[in-house]
């Protein structure tokens, strides 16, 4: 045995992480080890109070502080045009852009039969109560162009059809700085169908 | 402001792990958001009692949780023979190896002038202690063949001179699967150096 139990769980903490292996967990366990206590214990209070605090907006399922979130309490932003998202960062993404002005909704994921998430595991019946009881003029579906994603577009564009809203998607196409050489098939395929008259 | 303040700090605890940049760290925040509660708790409880169980042996000065070590206390290992190292996980890197049955010292870093680490930073004097205490045959210098850490073997080296202990280091040369082509040129000056009659 080469690390001690307490030492081996402290490694798994880590190990479960997304993104960490093995030597990056070891590392990650002996930097904690090697931290004063007042800091470990800071460390602590702040995960603490994160898991306390940060939930999910009642609305747009984005985590937040306060409920209903910033984005959907802001009178500024327009409520009637909803994008749909995958994970919390693509809110943040597309908030970086400083270019939309409608409100978000989180799904936590996609339909993704592999992994076993199913409609259900996502947050689309709240998206559809906010389409039935809101004035939706239009739903921007910015799911990444995966195999999952386009089943997940789909589907929810299906469910939404009844309602008579305007669903669209975000385009999908050759990358600003991007060449053509090094573009994937699919992707110059789908620039190529989804061209606009200039 | 793109995160929230309890949200920011949570990120900022990830970030300051080696090896972890931006992204990494906010996917990493995202993880224990997404965690459940029990699950945090677990990994917060692991933490801690990382950190009350897990201590330095008052011999090697390794990281353990019985004093002294497992090693420090396992009879069959031969006490006279001392190889000194930088980190824990150089422990666990040559006992990997099973050929060595001697015991250790851990000097937690080596000299590094630009990173304000002096001798007095490091446990030398410890290992003066059980040199002038105890019945050593050999003192094996490991520590990583760069200009810190060879001006550490050189500093501690000359500490033991008057103790008349033999002090040996680690060969330094190509290593094994190693291809002499792609060998830079120090390593190969060692190698040459430090060459052996067969």
Same mark, same amino acid.
């Given at each position: 045995m080469l690390y001690t139990q307490s030492f081996s769980k402290l490694i798994d903490v880590f190990r479960k992480?997304? $993104?960490?292996?093995n030597k990056s967990a070891v590392r990650m366990a002996y930097h904690v080890l090697a931290m004063p206590d007042d800091e470990v214990q800071e460390m602590i209070a702040t995960i603490r109070n994160a898991k306390e605090k940060i939930g999910y907006c009642s609305?747009?399922?984005?985590?937040?502080?306060?409920?209903?979130c910033e984005i959907c309490s802001?009178? *500024?932003?327009?409520?009637?045009v909803i994008c749909v998202v995958e994970q919390p960062k693509d809110v943040v993404a597309l908030e970086k852009t400083r270019e939309y002005y409608g409100t978000y909704h989180v799904l936590h994921g996609c339909i993704s039969p592999m992994d076993?998430? $199913?409609?259900?595991?996502? *947050?689309i019946k709240e998206l559809l109560e906010r389409v039935s009881n809101g004035d939706i003029s239009e739903i921007i579906m910015a799911i990444s162009p995966s195999i999952e994603g386009e089943a997940t577009t789909m589907y929810i564009s299906r469910l939404l059809k009844p309602f008579g809203v305007k669903v669209t998607r975000i385009a999908y196409g050759?990358?600003?700085? $991007?060449?053509l050489e090094y573009a994937d098939q699919i992707t110059l395929a789908k620039a190529i169908e989804g061209r606009r008259e200039i």
């Open positions: 992480m997304p $993104g960490v292996g609305v747009c399922q984005n985590t937040t502080e306060q409920n209903p802001n009178p *500024k932003r327009d409520s009637s076993s998430i $199913g409609p259900e595991d996502l *947050k050759i990358p600003i700085g $991007g060449d």
